[in-house]
């Protein structure tokens, strides 16, 4: 039978500034144990990692002029937007959901104007999130715990309203559990079922770290989960020729 | 600061059949506390209320013979899944994404093969996975606790591999948690963010439950609501005309 788990907030961080040590100011607010998830919300990572946007060096296209004229928008902060995508999946009215450069399907590439310290300034995703997570998890190795890492981010989606925390980056854990292969109680074989673990993880950690409160940080304790120093966020990412709504 | 929560597999629950009481089942098989959480795979939810459908009792229209033998699958399975559907959201080689009666999309409207208990049938979704939940929640109510219930399916999504579960039914509290007007710590207004906390406790329950174990229920301890009597996942379903994935 599988083990309870628990989730654990983590509070008392400092604000975080470039070149901070982000596994170490974790490190220092919780007790961390061996096998211990950290999950980590992509906002802090960016901050930690100067992945910080000066809007007045911004000077945007034509394109987003345009766009951005008509729905009322900074046209700097639509220029940053497209410039983190490789491509607009839906245009629709204000809505601008695009794929970024690492495949992930979100509204605005993840660009966030809320929360980076300074007005003028927006904060984009971490260049590579799974060599971010790799970075931090050697680090807390450095610190003496063996634990896996997920950066986290809220994404909308179709057909359901509200968002919810998904895993952008990871290190240590494989990010999908297969049951193909397995069997059920019954003795039927699973024939397609894969589960996103690093998703569910990130949905988890959602619920103690809240959005106003500064609890940009969750450990989740008691999870069962093979080592792998490959893991990556790739095999989440649907091929094109798999997917139905690009 | 937000609490630590517990999640906690609920094993040991008999073999259910139609018009087992499932509120006693679980209460018997865990220590409950008020403001508990209690999250039912809709499978066991199905098999109580009889939504089970004997495929020899299913004459398959020409439309679900063509498809299904192009394809290689029961026509009368084909069949069951197009009843439970209102409209097909994509239907691409094999794969067939459907809407169902109470406005989900997810593959084959979500017809369960796998554990049905017997061959020759399969079953399908609650008619009214709401007020499964609030039934549910009212007999733990006379067991002696005020929880709240959500009713969880597994479901695929666009863009991403893997499945995660989400909810489909609810009693007790809101699926949706909107920071919408409140402030973030730098004073910045949330405009658009509402969480589907809903989602996320579903989400958190499939890693303790697992798809191969007998582990079809999971409390989630620790996480504060408010109680709301007319609860329902009805906020989730997006409407038509905001959805630019239909």
Redo the contacts between chains.
């Keep these: ?9 983590v ?1 008392g961080l400092p604000e975080i500034e470039p070149g901070h040590d982000l596994a170490a100011a974790i490190f220092g607010q919780v007790d961390l144990a061996d096998g211990d998830i950290v999950l980590i919300t992509s906002k802090i990572v960016s901050k930690a990692e100067g992945c910080i946007v000066e809007l007045d060096e911004i000077e945007p296209s034509a394109f987003a002029r345009s766009w951005a004229t008509q729905w009322e928008k900074d046209p700097r902060v639509v220029e940053v937007v497209l410039g983190e995508s490789t491509r607009i999946v ?1 245009q ?1 009215g204000p ?1 601008l ?1 695009t794929e970024t450069r690492h495949g ?2 979100c509204a605005n590439s993840g660009v966030d ?5 300074a007005h003028g300034r927006v904060l984009v995703l971490p260049a590579d999130p799974d060599a971010s997570a790799r970075r931090e998890r050697a680090r807390f190795a450095e610190l003496g715990v063996d634990v896996a890492v997920v950066i986290t981010d ?1 994404f909308g ?10 895993a952008i980056g990871i290190a240590g854990l494989d ?2 559990h297969s ?1 193909i292969g ?5 003795g ?1 074989e ?1 024939r397609v ?9 990130a ?2 950690s ?10 940009p940080v969750a450990v ?1 304790r008691g ?1 069962e989960w093979e080592r792998r120093a490959d893991a990556s966020m790739a ?4 091929d094109a020729e798999r ?3 690009r």
């Excluded at 079922?193 to 993880?201: G, K, N, W, Y």
């Design positions: 039978m599988p083990n309870a788990l628990s989730i654990l907030p509070a839906r629709v809505v959901i992930f399907v104007q809320s929360s980076s310290g809220t989606r179709p057909w359901r309203e509200g968002q919810t925390d998904v990010p999908l049951y397995q069997h059920d109680p019954h039927h699973f079922q894969e589960i996103c673990v690093a998703d569910e993880l949905a988890a959602e619920l103690v770290k809240g959005n106003t409160s500064r609890v989740v999870y095999p989440v990412i649907r997917d139905l709504f």
